[in-house]
């Protein structure tokens, strides 16, 4: 239930949702942008047209006045204030060009930009939590600003930047308008459906998806899809289902952690026949993948084309796998996992080749497709509050049914926010608690499935065509360390970030009397004070997942032979070789794994608490009610200054943990007189504690080190004899 005491997609007390009252004025005002644009075309073909221009010169005084007033029509501000767009050799392109300059827009595109407003306002009607996603930001930071002309100025230039192609492509819920309303802003010829199309359950046309005709130079390229066979680790060994079940082929695609890899596994059934189980994870929101592609339409293609990198990989690792020709055949995904696996169904030589008899769709929008053999069993499961699904699928209470002979559960779940009621652990949870007759009917649709394991093999979904993500700085070989979460791969890999680093001047004697109670642990000094850093991050993807993370740290000492000039020695020696470092007092991360993985792998005292960071401007904003912390301020100049490699200090029982943390960014150093730091609680947990005692609650800093945008790794802690 909502706030107001209704359901998600229900009539409110006056007859209407506000949610889907939205989208629908978004369709339609685009459907307007797309006919004005395709009014600016016909326009610019009449005005060079052969006919008109012999016109003109046969009887200049009324054939020239033609051609003036469809000029003006096409390119004022008054009118549709565009170029003139099917003119030969590129003069209208010119004549639209020259407008912009003089800050005018096409009118096509100022419409455009008006229906993506209403989008982004019917997504946050229902999720206003999602208004933190880093797209989300980027993208209402664009359509905000104050005049018309620069938001569809910095909604073009969005879409053209490299960097934010990854935050686009996780906006699902926003997908159909981003494509519709970038068609429009890139002049691309309308040759096929509207980007509602998929959304209203039509069948797009041959061409390109969602209306964008023809190919805008981001799609050009598609990738080659390869497949390759991977172990598993002995942890994940230790959670694969060893009998068949609906939960169990579920709680596999879980343990895969979305990060490109599928499992096939032979099921012996209760009438002793071997059949095949294919189970697809999807998206996971802050985690890297490798095996598909990071710009927004490359992404959507995924999900909406059945000759899509991840179909086609998939397709590779059934064969490397052996699956007999006519073998039976279950089709599991979750997310976008879901999606490939009805793409596999609804191609006619797939189901030659083998028989598919279930397709299992959990969380995923699928949109009006439908498998190529009609006697194959089709289940979709979604989550009213999850907003993947929405876009091409039923999803958010929709009334509309494309498939009303499909196994079909749409229920309201207790869990509201986005990305959590999307996570299949989630799903999980619900089929086992809140919908478990769904769970008994899938399970007995597949009791041909129902029987011991007797071969499991993953498979490592890849994409030869482009390099892997990070590439080459977070090119590195990988270790698997266990941890109480689960493996996890060391260096820890940091795919985009931003970090300000807060550098204060504080009492030696009190920043010593906050470290361990061991003699080899000095506070480094300057002069007669120590140096302490409140690091703030914003890890928007990771190999841990995105969270946000607070650190408050101490310069220390080498640990065996201090010297007095070692911290300004260690500026000019590479990171492996620095004996000075950063002992790390405090620790507080917004989510468990990132905990976890800091308390067991590098020996830091993390805690769990919430906390919401922007420091990708020039201003930077930080606030954490569990914590009672705010810092704020408005950055002054900056200067360029060399990567800011560190090395880093914690405890595990005994022993000191050493950790290395190497970073390729762009950083700045700037005076930190516009920067204020402030304690909201009178509480003396551990960090609020350490700021008061080392008095930063009442101090500026001294300078702050910003990166608005960086890539890391953190390696696996070495544990010292200290």
């Not at 999807?282 to 909406?304: E, I, M, Q, Y």
């Not at 030696?508 to 009397?513: E, F, K, P, V």
Request: charged residues 25%; positive net charge; glycine residues 10%.
């Amino acid at each position: 239930m909502r706030a107001d005491g209704h359901a998600p997609g229900r009539s409110a007390p006056d007859g209407h949702d506000g949610r889907e009252l939205l989208r629908r004025c978004a369709r339609d005002v685009v459907d307007v942008a797309e006919g004005i644009r395709a009014v600016s075309e016909r326009a610019g073909t009449a005005l060079f047209a052969p006919p008109l221009t012999a016109s003109a010169r046969r009887r200049p005084r009324t054939g020239l006045a033609a051609q003036w007033a469809l000029l003006r029509a096409l390119t004022r501000k008054q009118g549709l204030g565009g170029s003139a767009g099917t003119a030969p050799k590129g003069l209208g392109c010119v004549l639209g060009a020259a407008g912009e300059v003089l800050g005018r827009e096409s009118l096509a595109a100022l419409v455009a930009v008006t229906s993506l407003r209403l989008g982004i306002a019917a997504v946050l009607v229902g999720h206003p939590e999602f208004a933190r996603d880093p797209g989300m930001r980027r993208l209402m930071e664009a359509v905000t600003a104050n005049r018309e002309p620069d938001a569809v100025r910095a909604l073009r230039a969005l879409f053209r930047d490299p960097g934010a192609q990854r935050a686009l492509s996780g906006l699902a819920p926003l997908m159909t308008e981003l494509l519709a309303v970038r068609a429009v802003l890139d002049d691309i010829p309308k040759n096929a459906e509207s980007g509602w199309a998929l959304a209203a359950g039509r069948e797009p046309s041959s061409g390109p998806p969602h209306g964008v005709g023809a190919p805008h130079p981001a799609d050009t390229e598609r990738g080659e899809g390869a497949a390759e066979p991977v172990d598993l680790t002995d942890q994940e060994k230790q959670f694969i289902a060893t009998e068949g079940s609906f939960l169990g082929f579920l709680r596999n695609i879980d343990v895969l952690s979305t990060n490109g890899r599928i499992l096939v596994q032979n099921v012996r059934g209760p009438d002793g026949v071997v059949r095949f189980v294919v189970q697809a994870p999807g998206l996971a929101p802050g985690r890297p993948r490798n095996d598909s592609p990071r710009d927004f339409v490359g992404a959507w293609r995924n999900l909406c084309t059945a000759d899509s990198l991840h179909t086609r990989s998939v397709l590779l690792a059934l064969a490397d796998y052996g699956i007999p020709r006519g073998a039976d055949l279950a089709l599991i995904g979750h997310g976008e996992g879901g999606t490939a696996m009805m793409n596999l169904a609804q191609d006619e030589e797939f189901c030659r080749t083998y028989r598919v008899t279930h397709v299992v769709a959990v969380g995923s929008p699928v949109g009006d497709k439908k498998p190529a053999d009609p006697r194959t069993w089709v289940a979709c499961i979604t989550n009213q509050h999850d907003i993947v699904p929405g876009p091409a699928g039923r999803g958010a209470g929709s009334v509309f049914d494309p498939h009303p002979h499909w196994y079909q559960v749409d229920y309201a779940g207790p869990t509201l926010e986005f990305p959590l009621c999307h996570m299949l652990r989630e799903y999980i949870e619900h089929l086992r608690t809140v919908i478990p007759d769904a769970r008994e009917d899938v399970d007995a649709a597949l009791t041909p499935y129902r029987g011991p394991i007797v071969r499991t093999r993953a498979y490592q979904l890849k994409d030869r065509a482009h390099p892997p993500e990070g590439h080459p700085f977070l090119t590195l070989p990988t270790t698997s360390v266990p941890t109480t979460v689960g493996p996890v791969d060391v260096p820890v890999r940091y795919y985009d970030s931003s970090a300000a680093h807060l550098c204060f001047t504080v009492s030696a004697d009190a920043a010593r009397g906050l470290l361990p109670d061991v003699t080899w642990l000095t506070p480094s000094r300057l002069g007669r004070r120590a140096l302490a850093v409140l690091s703030l991050h914003e890890h928007r993807c990771s190999t841990i997942g995105p969270y946000t993370e607070i650190a408050l740290s101490v310069l220390v000492d080498d640990l065996w032979r201090p010297r007095r000039y070692d911290v300004a020695a260690d500026l000019l020696r590479h990171v492996d070789l620095r004996r000075t470092g950063r002992y790390v007092l405090s620790l507080a991360v917004t989510s468990e794994e990132a905990r976890v993985v800091a308390r067991e792998i590098w020996g830091q005292p993390a805690m769990r608490t919430t906390a919401e960071a922007d420091l990708t401007g020039r201003k930077i904003d930080l606030r954490s009610r569990d914590l009672g912390l705010t810092v704020e301020g408005r950055l002054g100049a900056g200067i360029p200054c060399p990567e800011a490699d560190w090395v880093l200090y914690g405890r595990r029982a005994a022993s000191t943990v050493r950790t290395l943390v190497r970073a390729n960014g762009r950083p700045r150093l700037h005076p930190g007189t516009g920067v204020r730091l402030r304690l909201d609680t009178p509480a003396a947990e551990p960090l609020a504690g350490q700021l008061r005692r080392l008095g930063l609650d009442t101090a500026r800093p001294l300078f702050v080190l910003t990166c608005p945008q960086f890539m890391l790794h953190r390696s696996a802690g070495a544990v010292l004899p200290r």
